[in-house]
């Protein structure tokens, strides 16, 4: 669903790299035309190298336990657009109560990865998130269903990293974010609105630009717990904590506030560290 997009993103350029790993010579070579993408290069420091990359045209459905042993995976065909229109499928999709772990998302990366219930997503990278990198759907999960997010980080979310559709709730520790919009959003536009959404994020490291970290609706009564929040090269704190919203059905939700709070944004400022 909709959010007002970030409009004018910078994409950061970084200055340091670390090596490439031992990579067998046929993973360097240029792709075949089966299975054309990007290239196993040089990586920023602190993100994992490939160690291969699979060209995905449709879907990966999972179930129990999936270990992609860092390989790249990026959309080709009809997830192969790299574009920001909503409504796009995902790479993975995740059934109620699967684990997908150790996965780089190259670009295209299309909707990122679905999940239809409780679902756990460990070391998961995005080099360059597609229209978001990973969305809590709930069609299976109902109301006491947690998607957590463990480890990884992502890069180039242009609008948001992790969105929340459905009911329950989402979990985000030790990870990192860097040239984003939103780290977080409860849908504010969803046609099913009307529930709360709750939010944990912790331990987790966002590299400026970017808008916000958390984005609710406290009309429907959302919660966004916080902690361990560093944020680097923000020296005018422009990044915004928690944005408040009320949220709607239809149309554009409407920014009413934001900051911590005894009811809805849940930190203080003890729990923000500025680097």
Known sequence: MTSIRHLHRQRRTWAFLVPVLAVPAALLAAPSAANAGPQLTAVAAGWPTPTGQKAVSSTIEVSGSMDGGLVRYYGSGD?????????????????????????????????????????????????????????????????GQTMTVDGGGARKASDKVFQHNGPGNFV?????????????????????????????????????????VVGINTNYGDTARLSGITIIDDDDHDITICQKYKGTTSGE??????GPDSTNCLYSTSDIHYQ
């Open 79 to 143: 997830l192969g657009d790299g574009g920001q229109d909503e409504g796009q499928d995902p790479i993975f999709n995740l059934a109620n109560g699967a684990t997908l772990s150790n996965v780089i998302i190259g670009s295209p990366a299309a909707d990122g990865i679905h999940c239809d219930g409780t679902c756990t997503l460990k070391n998961v990278w995005w080099e360059d998130v597609g229209e978001d990198a990973a969305t809590l759907k709930g069609d299976d999960g109902g109301s």
């Open 172 to 212: 985000i520790e030790n990870f990192q974010v860097d040239d984003f919009g939103k780290l977080y959003r409860s849908c504010g536009n969803c046609s099913n609105n009307g529930f709360a959404r709750h939010v944990t994020v912790s331990n987790v490291t966002l590299t400026a630009p970017g808008d916000a």
């Open 253 to 258: 939700p409407s920014e009413i506030g934001e």
